[in-house]
């Protein structure tokens, strides 16, 4: 299994541009989330799936969209990128919910100049 | 609001030494609670959970916790530490909330191990 598999790994972007992180997962997890992790603030949850079809805001959704066709995929779309948005961007997945264990991603490195 | 409070944002200690990175909660109700380990420029891997229990929980690479109900601490401990341990650790707790669960992270401990 690849586990839990992102893509860029690293970007670039000048303000207004968007573009999309991609996210999958071979384990047959339901649960899938977006987080970003800044500085000396931990992780914050952006948006969450608890299935293909079902979407939920997390603590800092605002500037971002989701969607989840499939089981596998969970994309996060940057719609209008800003210089907030500079982060690294980790998606995780679960069996079904987040009271177990999370299975994170590599991560991708956003820059927004 | 629930929180997680790291204390040190970094613990310096000599290879071979012990350590215990500090974690305290704030939550009245049931909660889950984890350690993740961030080794660099990788994802987060868990380290050990409490579900429920026996208070000690024993995790990966000779760490443990222990869970505190009264002081709401998961304080986490390895008696003797290896170079390769450097890494950053952060501590997460899973709440029950609307029918659903919320996890949310410390900021995160910086453990630098010096030989």
């Known amino acids: 299994n690849a586990g839990v598999t992102q893509t860029p790994k690293f970007q670039v972007l000048k303000t207004g541009q968007s573009m999309t992180l991609q996210c999958a997962q071979d384990?047959?997890?339901?649960?899938m989330s977006w987080y970003r992790q800044d500085p000396g603030m931990g992780l914050r949850l952006i948006h969450y799936s608890v299935g293909a079809g079902i979407t939920d805001q997390g603590e800092v959704p605002n500037g971002y969209n989701v969607s989840r066709s499939t089981t596998e995929d969970f994309p996060l779309r940057l719609l209008s990128a800003a210089p907030s948005q500079t982060s690294v961007y980790f998606c995780a997945s679960s069996y079904s919910s987040l009271a177990e264990t999370q299975y994170f991603g590599p991560g991708t490195r956003l820059l927004v100049l | 609001a629930q929180s997680v409070t790291q204390l040190d944002s970094q613990v310096p200690v000599f290879e071979e030494a012990p350590v215990e990175l500090r974690c305290n909660y704030s939550s009245s109700v049931s909660v889950y609670l984890f350690w993740y380990v961030q080794y660099p420029n990788q994802g987060l891997q868990l380290l050990l959970k409490y579900l429920s229990g026996s208070t000690l929980v024993k995790g990966i690479n000779g760490f443990e916790a222990e869970f505190n109900k009264s002081q709401t601490s998961f304080h986490l401990r390895k008696p003797s530490v290896h170079i390769s341990d450097t890494a950053e650790y952060f501590c997460?707790?899973?709440?029950?909330?609307?029918?659903?669960?919320?996890?949310?992270f410390g900021s995160g401990t910086r453990l630098l191990v010096r030989p």
């Open positions: 997460a707790v899973s709440v029950s909330e609307d029918s659903s669960y919320k996890l949310i």
């Open positions: 384990m047959n997890h339901e649960y």
